[in-house]
């Protein structure tokens, strides 16, 4: 069976979805279909955060279908291009904070709440001179900040827009297999769609396939004998400590974004994505590999009495390796073998001590888990010396800012890791050597982030239009 359209998006998170947004905008013509192997915003149901067990979903919720990785974020839009990507390496930083507040408008108008931290220059300067005495640098960065239940609101309200307009349809539980390309030229994509096998032909593919899917990307890339080069991978665990620890930072700055460089080892290792009064999540990549991550609600009601964060080490692997996000998963893998398939957690105390949590020291913490499936273990079985050294030297510098985070109790959730891999050689537009063939976003190996996530998709969007 074949079909035609437009513009064909594979991948329905926040780059495929501003891609449509934008071009629906200017041209409701255009016929579009956005395809996603996972499903409907909805029917997206996830059993860790419902019944408080991972059932390792062959497609997992929190990871695929609409809204993509976006649906259960935190919803933290960073407002800065210094955060959340590389857009800057395509475009002037001016013209880079032109779109994210662009995009900005977008999140506004589909329903996010009009808050933004971080704006209090005066305490800004002041955290960031007393972390600078301990050479610690601090990332300003505005951030609007949706929360779980808002994120998900925002993205279904675009949902809603764009299957209601006549021109755009969007198929979910639809997987793309192979990118068709005649003379230089895209033409579609062979897809599955609830089984049935069908090509999709279209003048112009947009693919936007996050995180998960970024080693299929990297195999149609290397297919089409399109140029990738090696991107960090990002190894390390998720910290949660009770709020009072982190409250003088969080409370103006909503994510404090520190970065350090190890004593020992000189790695680069940065604080990401932290989230008061938040819950540890699991997640799931590949319907196998467990890692974990952690988000926040808006509402009062909903948050809890810790603070987590990721405590990451940067690597970027030279030449001959050329498989880091293998390198991550299998370590993530030796995690998920020691505890039985999930998420592993240990006390700072009883690492340091050379000693397993188990399940009587864990009862003792005066930090109590919010991820409740967690098992109790020994990260120093997981992560390689390296890393777990300039995680300990980074917990114990940051400690001179946060004091209390260098403790017994707090707690360590491993592993988290960030696959950046392969990013996709692309001109300023996101084009890339196949004509009106264009890859964005996270999978891409150019973002990390949702707002730099949507810019990817808006810049694209624009060049469609112009070449129309
Ligand atoms: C728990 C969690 C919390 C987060 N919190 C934040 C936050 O607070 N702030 C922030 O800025 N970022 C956050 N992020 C990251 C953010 O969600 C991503 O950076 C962003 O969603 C990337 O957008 P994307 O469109 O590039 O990819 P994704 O959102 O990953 O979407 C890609 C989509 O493509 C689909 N896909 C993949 N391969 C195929 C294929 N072959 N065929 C069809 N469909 C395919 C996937 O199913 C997926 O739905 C968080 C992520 C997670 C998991």
């Known amino acids: 069976m074949q079909v035609n359209y437009d513009v064909l998006i594979i991948g329905a998170g926040p780059a495929g979805i501003f891609t449509a947004l934008e071009l629906n905008k200017h041209d409701k013509n255009l016929k ?21 067990y991972c059932s390792k979903c062959s497609i997992c919720a929190i990871t695929s279908g609409w809204s993509g990785a976006g649906a259960y974020s935190d919803g933290k839009l960073s407002l800065s291009p210094e955060v959340g990507g590389r857009i800057t390496d395509y475009m002037s930083p001016e013209e880079a904070q032109e779109l994210i507040n662009y995009a900005d408008q977008y999140y506004l108008k589909f329903g996010a709440q009009d808050v933004v931290y971080g704006l209090n220059n005066q305490r800004v300067e002041d955290i960031a001179y007393e972390a600078s005495k301990y050479n610690i640098q601090l990332i300003a960065c505005p951030v609007r900040h949706l929360g779980t239940e808002h994120a998900y609101t925002v993205l279904k309200a675009m949902h809603d827009f764009l299957v209601n307009e006549p021109n755009v349809e969007f198929w979910e539980l639809t997987k793309a297999e192979d990118l068709l390309v005649q003379n230089g030229k895209i033409t579609g994509a062979t897809v599955v769609s609830k089984g049935k096998q069908m090509v999709v032909n279209a003048k112009y593919v947009v693919v936007a396939p996050g995180r998960g899917g970024a080693e299929w990307l990297k195999d149609q890339t290397d297919k089409l004998n399109i140029t990738t080069e090696n991107n960090e991978v990002d190894i390390g665990v998720r910290v949660e400590v009770p709020n009072s620890i982190m409250d003088h930072l969080t409370r103006d700055l909503y994510e404090a974004k520190l970065v350090y460089y190890s004593d020992s080892f000189d ?72 505890t ?111 707002m730099q996530a949507s810019v990817t998709g808006i810049v694209v969007a624009r060049d469609i239009l112009n070449k129309k």
């Open 340 to 450: 039985g398939g999930g998420i592993m957690v240990q006390r700072l105390g009883d690492l340091l001590k050379g000693r397993r949590t188990d399940y009587d020291r864990l009862k003792k913490s005066t930090t109590i888990p919010t991820l409740k499936s967690a098992i109790p273990g020994d990260l120093s079985y997981v992560l390689p010396a390296r890393y777990l050294t300039s995680i300990t030297e980074t917990l114990k510098a940051f400690d001179k800012i946060a004091p209390g985070l260098y403790s017994r109790n707090t707690l360590l959730y491993g592993v988290e890791v960030k696959f950046y891999s392969s990013k996709v050689k692309v001109d300023n537009h996101f084009r890339t050597q196949i004509e009106n063939l264009y890859t964005i976003g996270d999978g891409a190996g150019i973002t990390r982030g949702l």
């Open 267 to 338: 790695n680069k290792v940065r604080s990401f994505c932290m989230n008061p009064g938040g819950v540890v999540s699991g997640e799931h990549y590949d319907g196998d590999v467990a890692v974990v991550n952690g988000h926040s609600y808006a509402d009062p009601k909903l948050k809890t009495q810790n603070t987590n964060f990721a405590l990451l080490v940067s690597t970027r692997f030279t030449e001959p390796f050329n498989q880091p996000i293998e390198y991550g998963k299998y370590i993530a893998r030796l995690a998920n073998m020691l």
């Open 32 to 52: 579009i279909l956005i395809i996603d192997k996972g499903r409907t915003i909805e029917k997206r149901v996830c059993p860790e955060r419902t019944q408080g």
